[in-house]
């Protein structure tokens, strides 16, 4: 996400709402290679051909916005019959009524980027009784089936962050700005990056925003923060497509937007990889983002739920995408796609999709 808003108080009242499906659309084993090879399922659609539906959790972010911008090119190039996509405004009970319009619209699959890791459940589980098989993009479900989870390494996120700032800054307060802990990928970044910084570099003070994928309360709690902190010397932003923008004015409004460089520059870490946060490298707002690969998740979200139309299936192992499929506590696969740091030395690489945005 990266980053999705949740709803937590909508979560009892969603899963509860359906009951548990007997009854798999896929079985998870075969290949782990993306080439086709996989093994046919014979309960699959054989040629991969109907329509997909492809719901996305909201579009007020830049990173979703590219998403959205590329499924339609992805779609094409997999050979993929995608439907128009549907945004769920951030409403983890709007997702799950989508979910279920797009199943009595006939939909043969879905590409979903679930905005509650445990809530999808319900939404998924519908799915699974229709006997339509699911790939979850960005945030894996904590239950319910799905043919893939196409997902970066999250944990590899704030891991890498805790590394950038850890080496940049010898000791004092940084921050990490989370996302939702409702969703696997804000409980994932901010573990590993608490995790780290406490093997690591024990002179590092963290202190924490639970800001839940919203601009607005990040922008809030950060002016608090800084209140009473005036003398952080880092941050890490779990989401650039909604936290840079707040971040930078809130910086800004305080006189403590210092470039990379001058005296009481505040080092900041980023994730997602859109033009913006390049753009604030080149500037030295920011110094690093790790990118998370919005045009990958298109690409191979087309990719496996087309295999699962057909019937295929696949295994943990490396990839011939430079990724490897692991296997989930859930039971489900997810092939994680990787994700590079961005800083000043490579911010200009062309083949980062972050630079190919128009």
Partial sequence: MSGS?????????????????????????????????????????????????????????PFWQSYNDYVPEMAKSEGVDAM?????????????????????????????????????????DQAERKGVPVVAVDVAPDKGKVAMVVRANNVAYGEKACQ???????????????????SVNGRDRSEAFRACVKKNFPKL??????AKW??????????????????????????????LAPTLQ??????????AGQPGHITIVSNDGIPQEFDAIRKGEIDATVSQPADAYAKYGMY??????????????????DSTIVKLPSGNLEDQLPAPLVTKDNVDDPKLWGNTVK
Avoid: W
């Fill in 5 to 61: 808003t949740v709803r937590k108080r909508n979560r009892s009242r969603i899963v509860g709402a359906v009951a548990l499906a007997a009854g798999a659309c896929l079985v998870l084993a075969a290949c782990g290679s993306t080439k086709d090879t996989g093994a046919s399922n014979a309960g699959g659609a054989g040629d991969g051909t109907g329509k997909v539906g492809v719901v996305l959790p909201l579009l007020t972010s």
């Fill in 205 to 210: 003070k963290v202190l924490e925003i639970p």
């Fill in 250 to 259: 809130t910086l800004k409004s305080k006189g403590m937007l210092k470039k």
């Fill in 214 to 243: 919203e601009s607005d309360t990040a922008a809030s709690k950060l002016d608090t923060l800084l209140n009473a902190h005036p003398d952080i010397k880092g941050i890490y932003m779990q989401a650039g497509g909604v936290y």
């Fill in 164 to 182: 950038y700032l850890g080496e940049h800054i010898t000791s004092g307060k940084v921050v990490q700005i989370m996302g939702d802990l409702a």
């Fill in 84 to 124: 128009k996509t549907v945004n769920s405004n951030s409403d983890p009970s709007q997702q799950i009524t989508d979910i279920n319009n797009q199943l009595n619209q006939g939909v043969e699959g879905l590409v979903v980027a679930p905005l509650d890791s445990a809530a999808i459940e319900a939404g998924l």
């Fill in 304 to 321: 496996y739920i087309k295999a699962a139309m057909q019937g295929k299936t696949f295994q943990p192992g490396p990839t011939d995408h």
